[in-house]
């Protein structure tokens, strides 16, 4: 997972109104995630956070921007097309003759005794 989804995550789940630190971010990634990422890595994708518009900088903390806060738009799944009964093929050899209607019985006649 891509670092700046799991600060995402992180500032939505510590809901702080004045931005949550450095500290208190990877503090929670490592409670919750149970992963540990490094000093170097966490500041390149805060950086690359702050450009892009999703995090604003206060002081030494960040907080998620209005934009990012709201919920990406859901996409309206595409209707279902609908399929018929799909015959299974059956292989030539497997064929039998085409039968060609009820074949007429012929009429025993009972001799009386």
Same mark, same amino acid.
Request: include cysteine; charged fraction near 35%.
């Given at each position: 997972?891509?670092?700046?989804?799991?600060?995402?995550?992180?500032?939505?789940?510590?809901?702080?109104?004045? *931005?949550?630190?450095?500290?208190?971010?990877?503090?929670?990634? @490592?409670?919750?995630?149970?992963?540990?990422?490094?000093?170097?890595?966490?500041?390149?994708?805060?950086?690359? *956070?702050?450009?892009? *518009?999703?995090?604003?900088?206060? +002081?030494?903390?960040? +907080?998620?921007? #209005?934009?990012?806060?709201? #919920?990406?738009?859901?996409?309206?799944?595409? #209707?279902?097309?609908?399929?018929?009964?799909?015959?299974?093929?059956?292989?030539?050899?497997?064929?039998?003759? #085409?039968?060609? *209607?009820?074949?007429?019985?012929?009429?025993?006649?009972?001799?009386? @005794?």
């Amino acid at each position: 997972m891509a670092t700046i989804a799991i600060v995402k995550e992180c500032l939505v789940a510590l809901n702080d109104r004045t *931005g949550s630190s450095l500290y208190a971010i990877n503090k929670w990634i @490592q409670s919750e995630k149970k992963v540990v990422i490094k000093k170097h890595v966490m500041k390149a994708a805060l950086k690359k *956070g702050v450009e892009k *518009g999703i995090l604003i900088p206060v +002081k030494a903390s960040y +907080k998620l921007s #209005p934009a990012a806060k709201k #919920p990406a738009p859901k996409k309206k799944p595409a #209707p279902k097309k609908k399929t018929g009964t799909k015959k299974k093929r059956i292989p030539d050899y497997c064929k039998l003759a #085409p039968k060609t *209607g009820p074949s007429p019985k012929k009429k025993v006649k009972r001799r009386k @005794q």
